[in-house]
Nanobody, 114 residues
């Protein structure tokens, strides 16, 4: 089992920055892919960014150049640095960890005002 706890969400003005953290516990290992999805009201849950144990990263086109995902050496915390935030980035952000099963955190709200 894996437990994921997100933090760092909040309210920010357009153009501002936020840093999300996801603390993982349980059966975590470097073969897992970890990352973030987001879901705005009425929309499906979409991938934002993900990172593999070898450091390889993938980003949604809408956040490339603005968001950066990273993980610590112990591979138990994943970060999402979000810069140049836009109102369309407003959503609940969910951390995930995936191997043969996908585990989800409870989500953290990010609201970007115009």
């Amino acid at each position: 089992q894996v437990q994921l706890v997100e933090s760092g969400g909040g309210l920010v003005q357009a153009g501002g920055s936020l840093r999300l953290s996801c603390e993982a516990s349980g059966n975590i290992f470097r073969s897992m892919i970890m990352g973030w999805y987001r879901q705005a009201p009425g929309n499906q849950r979409d991938m934002v960014a993900m990172i593999a144990g070898d450091g390889g990263t993938t980003y949604a086109d809408s956040v490339k150049g603005r968001f950066t995902i990273s993980g610590d050496m112990a591979w138990d915390t994943v970060f999402l640095q979000m810069n140049s935030l836009k109102p369309e980035d407003t959503a609940v952000y969910y951390c995930f960890a995936r191997y043969d099963t996908t585990y989800w955190g409870q989500g953290t709200q990010v609201t970007v005002s115009s």
